[in-house]
Structure formats: C-alpha cells, structure tokens
C-alpha cells in the first residue's frame, strides 16, 4: 500500500479564483511544502497559473506534485451549462499539462438547498426531467475527462448542492457507468449530511479512487444544522476542525485503506473562511502531524 497525502487550496480559504481575499499561489506553495505535504491540488481553475511554464517550475521547485483539481461548478443548472464547461475544460487541460490524475466533480451550493444542508428529510428534490439533465451534465464530463485527458474522474458528494446526502450519491453512482465515473470520497462531507464514511467505504471501496481528509466539529455541526447556517458561514464557525478532533474516525479509515490496498493520493480539505483563520499554516502543520501520528506516513 502506497499512500501519498497532499493538501489543497481551499485549506488557505480558496474557494473561488478571483476572490480578493486569497492568499498569493506562490504563498500556498510554499506553505504547503513546508508544512510536509508531497502534492497539492490545483484550486479552483484560474487561482494558479494556467501556464504550466509558469505552474511547472514552481511546483517542481517544491517538490511537489500535483494531484488534481475540482470543478466546483452548478451541474445542477442548465443555464449555467457554459461555465461548467468552461471551467471542466480549461481544468482537464492544466491537469494533463502537468501529469495529475484526479479530476473531481462537485455540484455547487444551490439557494434551493442550502438551508437544508445536513437535513436530508427536508431537502428539495429534482424532478425526474431535471435529474436526468443533471446526471447528463455530470456524465458528459465524466466521459470527456477520462476519454479526452486521460484523467480518473469521480463524484465529490458536498452540501447544499444536489449531490449531498447518500441515496443522492448512490442513485448517481447507479446511473453513470463506473468505467467514467469513480468516487472521491470526503470524509468531512459525508458526516455534514448525516451519513458515517466508514460505512459507505466498506461497501463502495472498490469504486473509490481518491480520497478528502476532512474532519467535522460535532457541536458546530449541530448549532449549524438547527440553525440553517450558510455553508460558508459555517466554515467560518470552524465547523471543519483539525483531523483527530472531531466525528471522523480516522483509525478506521486507515485500516479499510490498508486492507484494501488503496495506492494513491489522500488529499487534506480543511475549508475555512480567509477573513477568520488565523494561521493556515499551523492547521497544515497540526493535520500532517496527526496523520502520521496514526501511521500516514
């Protein structure tokens, strides 16, 4: 079993490409390196250089490969089909650019589900033509990524977008052919809609090809939930905690790792908010050295 853990962009409150308030690249780099990680993901499209003589150099300069990327768009709306195009195609190209593997695709928050994040009794559902079109759009990428790029692409469940809650994700998974279409399992989200992800990796291990470390603040998580917090407000509240200081157990996810022989990346996600976290770098630091302390190596 070889295991690689990485970090990602979104872990220095990178959420969108042109947010003011986002760190310098060459600042999440660096940190990321000198914090012990081996990769990092790309971020959103548009945050790093698109150049890879520009990116190429910079990571390599690190030592640092890259992992992948997300595209974090409304596969949800049809009318926003351009962009999610746009955003899947120039992400495909920067990862074959730079020999990434995982392309990983999240529908983004909808207003008609964000106020029921972590509350799936309640959460709005598609109607059977808007679902079709919705896996459609996800398909079409699916297909385009893995037989155009040459890339593993797999579903990222998140909250308050249309792929949140399990049966969501289960009903996709049985729709979309498993030859283009994996898992990236996320071990924060899955605890945020109310489903335990040791449970979901025992039974769906051998479709998941990459893996979200991220771990869940159970007080913030229910103040959130009864509530109805904003997603990113609640990321503000810190509802995504250091790894080993919340719901995840992350002991057992190593194990079903190791006894599956998982080989590949396992990639940090600690989404925070940039106008509240203090200090990145030390939640980077503190994350590596817990996975090692329970034999990430």
């Not at 970090?7 to 986002?22: H, I, T, Y």
């Not at 109310?194 to 039974?203: A, I, T």
């Not at 990346?265 to 329970?294: G, H, K, Y």
């Amino acid at each position: 079993m070889t295991i690689l853990i990485g970090n990602a962009p979104c872990s220095w409150g990178v959420e969108f490409a042109k947010d003011e308030r986002n760190p310098a690249w060459t600042t999440v780099l660096d940190e990321c390196a000198e914090a012990g990680y081996r990769g990092i993901e790309l971020g959103p499209v548009g945050f790093m250089p698109e150049d890879p003589d520009v990116l190429g150099p910079a990571l390599e300069s690190r030592n640092l490969a890259l992992i992948g990327g997300v595209v974090f768009r409304a596969f949800h709306d049809p009318e926003k089909w351009e962009d999610t195009l746009d955003g899947s195609v120039r992400t495909c190209k920067a990862l074959k650019a730079h020999g990434a593997k995982h392309l990983v695709l999240i529908d983004s928050i909808s207003d008609r589900r964000a106020p029921t994040a972590g509350r799936p009794e309640e959460a709005e559902q598609m109607d059977d033509a808007e679902w079709a079109g919705f896996v459609e759009r996800i398909r079409t990428i699916a297909r385009m990524g893995t037989e155009e790029y040459g890339l593993t692409v797999a579903i990222h469940a998140h909250a308050a977008g249309f792929c949140d809650f399990r049966p969501e994700l289960e009903r996709l998974l049985n729709e979309v052919d498993d030859s283009v279409l994996k898992i990236c399992l996320d071990t924060g989200h899955t605890v945020y809609a109310g489903f335990d992800p040791v449970d979901f990796m025992q039974k769906n291990m051998d479709r998941i090809s990459y893996m979200h470390f991220k771990d869940i603040d159970p007080e913030v998580k229910r103040q959130t939930i009864a509530n109805r917090t904003d997603f990113y407000e609640a990321c503000g509240n810190g509802i995504f905690c250091n790894l080993g200081k919340g719901e995840v157990n992350f002991k057992e996810v190593r194990q079903l790792l190791e006894d599956s022989n998982f080989e590949g990346w396992c990639t940090v996600e600690q989404d925070c908010d940039p106008r509240l976290q203090i200090s990145p770098m030390d939640d980077a630091r503190n994350n590596r050295q817990f996975l090692q302390s329970i034999g990430f190596v």
